[in-house]
């Protein structure tokens, strides 16, 4: 009896054994299988690609290397593809109607809004024509007759400030330029005629603006596009001898403006105040300068259309140190002394920039003669 008792404790024993035998040999199996794949997992950054995928990674590469043209392209060829085959129902069209009729609205507003962006500051040119002078007429008849309009270039040059570009014919004595800042309320003169030998002008005039000319930007920028090519004057344009030049400090009359006016940097500034007497005839040298009055006018008497006028000519008498040693000479229609610079000469462009410039120390064939200071000899140019 205890014979068997003691196989059986040797069989129990000998299957436990095995059965550790066999987990250790399968726990060290796996601890070396860990040992040689931990490796190579930890030496790599991603698990390793499939092989099946039915798309080659070439085809990937090509597709990721298409052009912004070509998917453009791709997608237009799909619309066409979908209305080819597209079932033209009642609710389809009315679709495609909306859809269509949606683009020509966001198409109108896009040109609306380009359209006041770059017209604003766009440069516009006009042709002045002087209302008849009736005393003219029956004095000379042909001078009228023969008289030039006279051109003007207005560029919004900034949403505070308009710049005009007069090319002046008579009644106006010689080309100027212009600079309305409606932020300040003042008005900036450069006569072309008070220019030194290299085009740079040493005289400039400062005078308030009148609300009652042109209230605002806006207002005028209304006026400019309504205002035909050629403007037909059938009033204003007098001589309004009532203003009277004083000096002022340029860097007073500088911070009257939002902005820098180019053409008057280094020069002299007069304010003109306006006065109640006529011209001041005690000055022998002076000469008179007439500047124009720019303004908003109704087309007719009782249109709601505004046009771009001249509402008057501001003219002063000044007399200009700068001119001393040239002869004075009455004008054409007398009582006006010529400019050294003839008109023809100081015309600029509608940028700004100088045509047909003749400066005073190189002009040639003009009817002007300067005093020699040294002489009493007579330098004709």
Request: aromatic content about 14%; overall charge neutral; hydrophobic content about 35%.
């Amino acid at each position: 009896m205890q014979t068997i008792l003691e196989m059986e404790e040797l069989k129990t024993t000998s299957s436990l054994a095995r059965k550790d035998s066999y987990r250790a040999m399968q726990s060290s199996w796996d601890g070396e299988e860990n040992r040689k794949i931990a490796p190579n997992l930890s030496s790599r950054r991603f698990p390793p690609q499939s092989q099946t995928s039915l798309v080659s990674r070439e085809t990937e590469n090509t597709e990721k290397k298409v052009g912004c043209f070509k998917k453009i392209r791709t997608f237009i060829n799909g619309v066409r593809y979908a209305f080819k085959t597209a079932d033209y129902t009642p609710e389809f069209m009315r679709n495609m109607c909306c859809i269509l009729l949606f683009l020509i609205l966001l198409l109108l507003l896009l040109f609306i809004m380009f359209n006041a962006i770059f017209n604003r500051y766009a440069v516009s040119e006009f042709l002045l024509y002087p209302p008849v002078c009736e005393e003219c007429r029956r004095k000379n008849p042909a001078l009228v007759s023969s008289a030039l309009p006279s051109s003007v270039f207005v560029h919004f040059f900034s949403k505070y400030q308009a710049h005009f570009e007069l090319r002046g014919n008579s009644p106006f004595k010689s080309n100027s330029f212009t600079a309305i800042d409606f932020d300040t309320g003042y008005i900036a003169y450069a006569d072309h005629s008070l220019t030194d030998a290299s085009g740079k002008h040493f005289t400039c005039f400062l005078m308030p603006l009148d609300k009652s000319a042109i209230d605002s930007i806006d207002q005028l920028s209304e006026a400019v596009s309504d205002s035909d090519y050629e403007i037909q004057s059938t009033f204003g344009w007098q001589e309004f001898y009532q203003f009277d030049p004083e000096p002022i400090e340029p860097m007073i009359a500088n911070q009257k403006f939002t902005e820098q006016i180019d053409d008057c940097h280094g020069a002299k500034w007069y304010l003109l105040k306006q006065t109640v007497h006529a011209r001041d005839a005690s000055c022998s040298d002076c000469y008179d300068f007439c500047l124009p009055d720019w303004a908003v006018v109704r087309k007719e008497k009782y249109e709601d259309e505004s046009t771009l006028g001249v509402r008057r000519l501001n003219c002063f008498r000044l007399y200009v140190p700068e001119w001393r040693n040239f002869r004075v000479e009455t004008d054409i229609g007398g009582g006006h002394w010529k400019y050294p610079l003839s008109s023809e000469s100081t015309k600029r462009d509608k940028n700004g920039e100088w045509v047909h410039w003749i400066p005073t120390t190189h002009s040639q064939g003009l009817s002007r003669t300067r005093k020699s200071v040294s002489s009493n000899s007579t330098i004709t140019f």
